[in-house]
């Protein structure tokens, strides 16, 4: 099968208990994309400022979570992980790359690790690679935004104290409360993403005065 892995991926140990579940409100999964996604407009890669394409779904989230509309944020910010994703831009370094959709490879379904699992675990181990993913992203955002100009020093701890907590006890919802200060104190901080200035249009030209001229 043409794109398709050599070999099956590896299995996963057996007899892991499945992570418990975290049931979510849409406004934090928002919240979630949101922090992130403002740091990654931020990265070097985009040379000074990223494309209005990539800022204008950056913007609508950003409107329609202030104004309370959670399903249009996250639609958009969908909108923006498709943009991540194209081969025109340049590739997000890790951690932030993670904020792209996922395309899997093709496979045939009986390679896939969870092949057969129940969709109760299933979905926790979904879970458990969602709060990896924010861990390191959360990581990631507040080392950018001390290094640039932003102290969010102070918020590392938080992020220890969710690693921490996340291996001792699992996915409880204290995992989350000290990954969100991380996320708010994002979005009231770090500055907003601009797209490049456009270039000013040339005024057009007046139409000639045809009184006078004749």
């Keep these: 099968m ?17 992570v418990p579940v975290v ?5 934090r999964l928002a919240l979630r994309r949101l922090g992130p996604a403002r740091v990654a407009l931020h990265l070097d890669v985009w040379k000074g400022a990223p494309s209005a394409e990539l800022i204008a779904p950056f913007d609508r989230a950003e ?3 202030a104004a309370g ?8 910010l969908d909108q923006l992980a498709i943009r991540f994703h194209e081969p025109r831009w340049p590739t997000l370094p890790e951690p932030f790359r993670r904020l792209r959709v996922a395309i ?3 496979m045939p379904p009986h390679w896939d690790p969870e092949h ?3 969709a109760d675990e299933k979905e926790a181990r979904r879970a458990r690679r969602t709060v990896d993913d924010q861990l390191a992203l959360a990581r990631a955002s507040v080392a950018w935004a001390t290094a640039h100009g932003t102290d969010l020093s102070a918020l590392a701890p938080r992020v220890d104290e969710a690693a921490a907590i996340l291996a001792a006890e699992g996915l409880v919802p ?3 409360e000290r990954l969100d200060a991380v996320w708010l ?3 009231e901080r770090v500055p907003k993403p601009l797209a490049p200035a456009g270039r000013a249009r040339p005024a057009p030209a007046e139409p000639a005065d045809e009184a006078g001229e004749a």
């Design 2 to 18: 043409p794109g398709a892995p050599n070999r099956p991926p590896p299995k996963d140990e057996p007899g892991t208990p499945p």
């Design 23 to 27: 049931p979510e409100t849409p406004e």
């Design 63 to 65: 409107t329609a979570y």
């Design 69 to 76: 509309d959670y399903g249009a944020a996250i639609q958009a």
């Design 104 to 106: 899997p490879p093709p």
């Design 116 to 118: 057969g699992l129940a």
């Design 174 to 176: 204290a995992v989350y």
């Design 185 to 187: 104190a994002v979005r």
